[in-house]
């Protein structure tokens, strides 16, 4: 049993997320690392620091708080974090003096009735909406015993329980409640194997398998989620590709998320790179196409 979550984000009132209101719950943890990735806080395991550029007034004063001498200036006058001296205290000096609130650290622990307690003043916006609370991340199935936790506590509320998931978990750990869910957004980024790896760090075999087995148990409570990447999966193939594979399972919905650069600043945040080439952008009527071609295979799409 899984006691704690660790959570990187909480946002209520969410209407994107599933149906009616809701609320999204953003798991910390994800095993993939794709290059367009909008949340990289949301990928390590553990807390991690944010020093947020656009916050910092540079008033320097994290530089003599922290005890670790792990801040220093860099070359152009911005305070910078070095990643291996930062022992991520649980003092945290460097967040308390921070007059500009610009340093935070994304994950935070919650237990099961902390987060219970934090929904439950929605219940009645839930219920009026039939909406409820869905589990986005990182990847919410690395955290799955928490999940089910959550979700036997929860039974007598009346929710829709729903999750986002990349795909990328352990069927094993994972088939005893996929029952319970109400839908699945489920991640589907190409079919081809090589280039999943290049763009994501893996290879898409057990997204594949585990799409598969969930189709055979509840085909009609996924969505198949196709973000798109240019220069990755935009192309007439790739998205034919993908609808007959749906179709072929069973799935009957598909979403295409367009690609958006809106995370590339958490990337410098966190001391990393964004690997995305400047001004990318997907072309709208390119996106029409797409749509109608899916459409044309029998499957209901439609853009977010
Ligand atoms: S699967 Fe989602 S959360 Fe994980 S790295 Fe890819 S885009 Fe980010
Ligand atoms: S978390 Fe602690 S060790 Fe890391 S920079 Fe802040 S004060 Fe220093």
């Known amino acids: 049993m899984q006691t704690r979550a660790l959570i990187f984000d909480i946002q209520d009132l969410s209407i994107q997320d599933g149906p009616g209101i809701r609320t999204t719950v953003f798991m910390k943890g994800c095993p993939l690392r794709c290059r367009w990735c909008s949340n990289p806080e949301g990928q390590a395991s553990y807390p991690e620091l944010m020093h947020i550029n656009t916050l910092c007034k540079k008033s320097y004063k994290c530089i003599s708080a922290?005890?670790?001498?792990?801040?220093?200036?860099?070359?152009?006058?911005?305070?910078?974090?070095?990643?291996?001296?930062?022992?991520?205290?649980?003092?945290?000096?460097?967040?308390?003096?921070?007059?500009?609130?610009?340093?935070?650290?994304?994950?935070?622990?919650?237990?099961?009735?902390?987060?219970?307690?934090?929904?439950?003043?929605?219940?009645?916006?839930?219920?009026?909406?039939?909406?409820?609370?869905?589990?986005?991340?990182?990847?919410?199935?690395?955290?799955?015993?928490?999940?089910?936790?959550?979700?036997?506590?929860?039974?007598?509320?009346?929710?829709?329980?729903?999750?986002?998931?990349?795909?990328?978990?352990d069927w094993s750990g994972s088939k005893d409640i996929a029952d319970k869910f109400d839908f699945f957004y489920y991640d589907l980024k190409c079919l081809e194997r090589t280039m999943h790896k290049s763009y994501t760090g893996s290879t898409n075999d057990a997204i594949l398998s585990n799409l598969e087995n969930l189709s055979k148990l509840c085909a009609d409570k996924i969505t198949v989620s196709v973000p798109v990447i240019p220069g990755f999966n935009d192309t007439e193939i790739q998205m034919k590709a993908i609808a007959g594979y749906c179709n072929e399972l069973g799935i009957k919905k598909l979403r295409l998320l367009p690609y958006h650069s809106l995370g590339e600043n958490k990337y410098l945040d966190l001391g990393s790179e964004y690997r995305m080439e400047k001004n990318l952008s997907v072309d709208q009527k390119q996106l029409k196409t797409f749509l109608n071609i899916i459409e044309s295979t029998g499957l209901k799409c439609w853009v977010e």
């Open 66 to 169: 922290c005890p670790y001498n792990a801040v220093q200036k860099n070359d152009i006058g911005c305070p910078q974090f070095n990643r291996d001296k930062c022992k991520s205290c649980t003092t945290r000096e460097c967040v308390d003096s921070c007059p500009s609130h610009a340093i935070k650290f994304a994950g935070k622990y919650l237990s099961l009735d902390e987060l219970i307690g934090r929904i439950k003043p929605n219940l009645p916006f839930y219920k009026n909406s039939k909406g409820g609370v869905t589990f986005s991340g990182g990847e919410p199935f690395l955290q799955s015993d928490f999940i089910k936790e959550f979700i036997n506590e929860t039974s007598s509320f009346g929710l829709s329980v729903g999750v986002e998931t990349c795909g990328m978990f």
